[in-house]
């Protein structure tokens, strides 16, 4: 996994330059002290799979410049406070370091991060892989495979299970980088649907189960034919 370091503290980032080197599975491709530097790397290049981001930076702080990517990578926050933590979860951070950074903790949160890049390619992992989600003034636990379609509404979108929906501060963009190819599937510019959901597929909607009910949603022209060649991949 090419990664990059945002961080305006030198001594953190010579502490997470020593650990990205004594990890085989990570390759550094940069290291930022602010935001505005890591964003104009990031817009040049789309080949950085993880950001180790400080959130108190000048000029732009981290939430803002996660806020400013269409497609962020994956993200592991690195700080001093952990009074970022539970407004992290809004951004889908895969973990969150308290400064000083332990070996032993970072391992750790890579282990994390691997898991959830397997997750993302095998269908029997990612449907039992678990997020939590923001709900009022808690966070709830969900698995994969019971969230049954996803829906965009500008900067939020709407994450809907059989018995609820959440209601998060993402974007559909971002969202979609996040959750398993293999396990959902984007079918219009503001909808994603999990595949094992689907029923039928019609020129221009498709319907899935919802228990004992259904429901349509549309299909894009733009998505069909991928939709129909994911389909065909499937039943084979």
């Known amino acids: 996994m090419n990664c990059i370091i945002v961080d305006d503290d030198p001594m953190s980032c010579k502490v997470l330059e020593t650990f990205v080197s004594k990890s085989p599975s990570l390759g550094l491709v940069g290291v930022f002290s602010d935001s505005i530097s890591a964003r104009n790397s990031l817009l040049a290049k789309n080949d950085i799979d993880l950001i180790f981001l400080d959130i108190e930076m000048p000029e732009m702080d981290g939430f803002d410049f996660l806020s400013s990517l269409q497609n962020p990578p994956s993200i592991i926050i690195v700080s001093a406070s952990e009074s970022h933590a539970y407004k992290a979860f809004d951004f889908n951070a895969v973990d969150y370091l308290l400064k000083p950074v332990s070996y032993a903790r970072f391992c750790k949160a890579i282990e994390k991060m691997m898991r959830l890049q397997t997750s993302r390619t095998t269908p029997a992992a990612a449907g039992e892989e678990e997020i939590f989600i923001k709900k009022a003034s808690s966070l709830v636990r969900l698995k994969l495979k019971d969230i049954l379609y996803i829906e965009a509404l500008e900067n939020y ?74 389909i065909n991949i499937m039943v084979r």
Do not use: C, W
């Not at 190819?181 to 219009?188: N, W």
């Open 157 to 230: 979108v709407n994450v809907m299970t059989l018995d609820e929906k959440y209601t998060i501060h993402f974007t559909m963009r971002a969202i979609e980088s996040q959750l398993p190819s293999s396990l959902f599937i984007r079918i219009h510019r503001s909808y994603m649907v999990n595949k094992s959901a689907i029923r039928s597929i019609s020129e221009s909607s498709l319907v899935i189960t919802m228990g004992d009910t259904t429901r349509t949603l549309p299909v894009g022209k733009s998505f069909k034919e991928a939709i129909l060649n994911d």
